[in-house]
Each structure stands twice: as structure tokens, then as C-alpha cells.
């Protein structure tokens, strides 16, 4: 497609299960990156993949995050054993290089009851 | 960890006015960007600013790099009300990395 695609959109877990978010980037951008939104405030930024090398993961909030980028493409974040403090919206972001604008997606909007 | 100040928090104008927002940090910055946001979807790149002083236009919208690289604003001139929305700085602390710092947003409301 021609944007960043996300999916699902929405989704809600109850306390306790794991969830996997997807990210389709840009055809042909190199860069990856996942930023976690809570309400009212600005992305904060969560990893980081060159090709399918994850270059940082400094913002992983706990090692209950996981994300992957397997062939370079396609990327997943994962959250095991999920907490109510996990609900936020999880956005994901692709550029052509590291330090070129980022072109985000809509989102994966995550409850947890 | 480095914080980007965007001020101001919110914007009620009246349709026509001029707009401005800026952020300011203690830090650095290497590049500069301006994204908008509306409800339910993903920032929605503006402008992107690389070298101290730049300062470059879309369309209604300015944006300048200041000279110290710890700031920018945005202006807006002759706001609409499709200009309505979330308005968020970032930028790269690094050149090492790809990691973008947000600023807090500012929210603009525009009334007909």
C-alpha cells in the first residue's frame, strides 16, 4: 500500500493474555520504529529496526515487550502478560533511513480490562 | 530523560487569525519536525527542518530551526477550520539514532 499499514485497529485483552500488534511500513523503507501513545500525550518511542536488525530498544517498557522484524518488512510487537498500564495507542513508523522524517500509521488502539 | 517544553497547550482562535507554537528543550537538537494529528489517526508529517536558522514553508504553514538548535516554532497564517487538531514537535537528538522525542502537543480549535 502507499502509508504505514496497522492491524488490527483495535483490539482489547483482558489483564493477563498476549497481544500481537502488526506493522506493515513503506515499500522499500529501510527504517521501522514502534512508539507507544498514551491519552493526551505526545509518542514516546519504544524500538527501533534497521532491516531486520532491531538497533535500539531502549524504550521497551518491560521484557514483557517483544518486537520483531524478521525478513526486514513486516514487524510485530508483542506484549506477554499484559497490565491495565499497557492500554495506550501503539503506532508504528517507517523512513527511508534513521534520521529521515518517519511516516507514521493510524495505530492499533489497546485495551486492557 | 531529554523533554521537549511545547507551549502552548491549547488554541481556541477564530477563524482567519495567525497561529504560533513552539518548542524548546535543553537539549541539542540535529533535526527538527512538525507533525498534526487528528482523532484516530497517526501524526501526519508538516515539516522537516535540518540546519540551524532554516526556516521552510508549506503552503499556509512556516517552520524555522532556531539558531541555537534547542528550539522551533510553527506558525500557521490565516487558520481554516480543517486546520483543527493535535500539533506535535519532534526531533533527533542523535544522528546515531532514529529515535524520535515528542513534544506534549498543542491542541488547535478554530471556530467558524
Known amino acids: 500500500g502507499a502509508g504505514v499499514s496497522q492491524s488490527p485497529r483495535y483490539k482489547v485483552a483482558k489483564r493477563g493474555q498476549d497481544v500481537a500488534l502488526r506493522c506493515d511500513p513503506i515499500?522499500?523503507?529501510?527504517?521501522l520504529f514502534w512508539y507507544q501513545q498514551a491519552l493526551g500525550q505526545g509518542p514516546e518511542f519504544l524500538t527501533y529496526f534497521q532491516n531486520e536488525a532491531q538497533l535500539d530498544k531502549s524504550g521497551l517498557p518491560s521484557d514483557r515487550f517483544f518486537a520483531e522484524r524478521p525478513e526486514g518488512s513486516v514487524s510485530t510487537l508483542k506484549i506477554q502478560r499484559t497490565q491495565q498500564e499497557d492500554s495506550a495507542v501503539y503506532l508504528c513508523?517507517?523512513?527511508?533511513?534513521?534520521?529521515?522524517?518517519?511516516?507514521f500509521g493510524d495505530g492499533t488502539r489497546l485495551s486492557i480490562l | 530523560g531529554q523533554q521537549l517544553n511545547q507551549s502552548p497547550q491549547s488554541m481556541f482562535i477564530q477563524e482567519g487569525e495567525d497561529v504560533s507554537m513552539n518548542c524548546t528543550s535543553s537539549?541539542?537538537?540535529?533535526?527538527w519536525l512538525w507533525y498534526k494529528q487528528d482523532p484516530g489517526e497517526g501524526p501526519v508529517l508538516l515539516i522537516a527542518?535540518?540546519?540551524?536558522?532554516e526556516l521552510t514553508s508549506n503552503g499556509r504553514l512556516t517552520a524555522q530551526f532556531g539558531i541555537t538548535r534547542k528550539d522551533s516554532f510553527l506558525n500557521i497564517s490565516a487558520s481554516i477550520p480543517s486546520d483543527v487538531g493535535i500539533y506535535f514537535c519532534?526531533?533527533?537528538?542523535?544522528?546515531?539514532?532514529?529515535?524520535?522525542?515528542f513534544g506534549q502537543g498543542t491542541t488547535l480549535q478554530v471556530k467558524p
Open positions: 513508523a517507517s523512513s527511508t533511513d534513521g534520521n529521515q522524517p518517519q511516516h
Open positions: 515499500s522499500g523503507h529501510v527504517s
Open positions: 527542518l535540518y540546519k540551524a536558522g
Open positions: 537539549s541539542i537538537f540535529n533535526t
Open positions: 519532534a526531533g533527533h537528538i542523535s544522528s546515531n539514532t532514529g529515535k524520535l522525542i
